[in-house]
């Protein structure tokens, strides 16, 4: 009868360590796409700035170069935004990475004790085979000297 729980119990606590790995990939992909979207507005940011200087080269007036600006600022905004963003993206994924670890500890745990009981079962189970066998040379020599 335990060892019917300790299975029940085992599957329970693999469902929620697959739960538990599926939440840190998606925490560490998050954490991914935002460390690309850093990377894509760095280089747009760089590319825009070549742009503006070889602009300026031609020669721009004042107002043309205030929107250049303004643009610059606004891609300065986004990747703070997005460092933040991957912040908070990083805590995330090693908040699920340690609740998959204790959770794959769980799984560990629920299989050693499971693997105690079978052999405890086996054990019990070879106890009686060896108390039949005995049971029957007993048998068998008690009717030969009668």
Avoid: P
């Avoid at 998050?30 to 507005?41: E, V």
């Avoid at 986004?78 to 460092?83: C, H, T, V």
């Amino acid at each position: 009868m335990a060892n019917k729980q300790l299975v029940i119990l085992l599957r329970f606590e693999k469902e929620k360590e697959q739960q538990r790995a599926q939440e840190l990939q998606t925490a560490e992909q998050a954490y991914q796409d935002n460390l690309s979207r850093l990377s894509s507005i760095g280089d747009f940011r760089l590319e825009y700035m070549k742009k503006v200087q070889q602009r300026s080269l031609e020669g721009i007036d004042s107002a043309t170069y205030g929107h250049y600006h303004a643009f610059i600022n606004k891609l300065d905004n986004a990747s703070g935004q997005i460092e933040i963003a991957i912040k908070q993206a990083q805590a995330l994924a090693q908040q699920c990475k340690q609740q998959w670890l204790l959770q794959h500890q769980k799984v560990k745990a629920v299989e050693l004790l499971l693997s105690k009981q079978q052999q405890k079962l086996a054990l019990i189970a070879a106890k009686k085979e060896q108390k039949m066998f005995d049971e029957i040379a007993t048998q068998q020599f008690v009717r030969r000297h009668y």
